[in-house]
Structure formats: C-alpha cells, structure tokens
C-alpha cells in the first residue's frame, strides 16, 4: 500500500520561506515521479513542481519558477519543496503526489496515481 504523507505548512507572513516534506512508504521515490500541486479557495487543483528521478529532470510552474525548489532523498524516501520569496496568492492547500509511470508528462494532474493529504499553507500580506 502507497502512502504519501505531507507536513511543513503553515503560516508565514510575504516573503517568508517554507519547506514541505513528503515521506513515502510502499514505493521508493527514486522508481517514480513525485509531484507538487496546491489548491486554493474556490479554484482547481494547479501543478506546482515535480522531479523524476529517471533523467533527473524537474520541472516548476511559471508562477513558482526561480522562488520554489524541489528536491529528494531516497535514503529517507522523500521529497522537498523549498519555497522561498512567498507571495499571498501561493496560499493553498498543497499535495505531494505519486506518478508511477514515466511515459506521461509529470506536469499532468490526472496522470498521478496516489496522493497524500495535504498541508495548508498560509501566506500573509
């Protein structure tokens, strides 16, 4: 069983950092894409990161591009994201997803297959 589970969030006045955790059990994340989506009040689940280990590739959001980074450690089986410069409107609920597949683009919501719960994340003006 594939569990992911978030924590880090919290409330942090503009131009604040964060660092959101994501630790997998049932699954190593270096044989997957992990992801980073965020949800605000009354808007659609939006992608925010993700990294697949195959490649080494990661990939950002215009929005968070060159403020967030998203990293992992397989000793510990997680993953990262170091957001920094925050801005009011990052606030969202976050979500760390799984994608076992590497055939489908990693900056698709619909293609990740196990999600945690999520971490809210407050950002004050």
């Known amino acids: 069983q594939v569990q992911l589970v978030e924590s880090g969030g919290g409330l942090v006045q503009a131009g604040g950092s964060l660092r959101l955790s994501c630790v997998v059990s049932?699954?190593?994340?270096?044989?997957?894409?992990m992801g980073w989506f965020r949800q605000a009040p009354g808007k659609e689940r939006e992608f925010v990161s993700a990294?697949?280990?195959?490649?080494?590739?990661?990939y950002y959001a215009n929005s968070v591009k060159g403020r967030f980074t998203i990293s992992g450690d397989n000793a510990k089986n997680a993953v990262y994201l170091q957001m920094n410069s925050l801005k009011p409107e990052d606030t969202a609920v976050y979500y760390c997803?799984?994608?076992?597949?590497?055939?489908?683009?990693?900056?698709?919501?619909?293609?990740?297959?196990?999600w945690g719960q999520g971490t809210q994340v407050t950002v004050a003006s």
């Open positions: 997803a799984l994608q076992t597949s590497i055939l489908v683009r990693a900056t698709t919501l619909g293609t990740y297959d196990y």
């Open positions: 990294i697949r280990w195959s490649g080494g590739s990661t």
């Open positions: 049932g699954r190593t994340v270096s044989s997957s894409t």
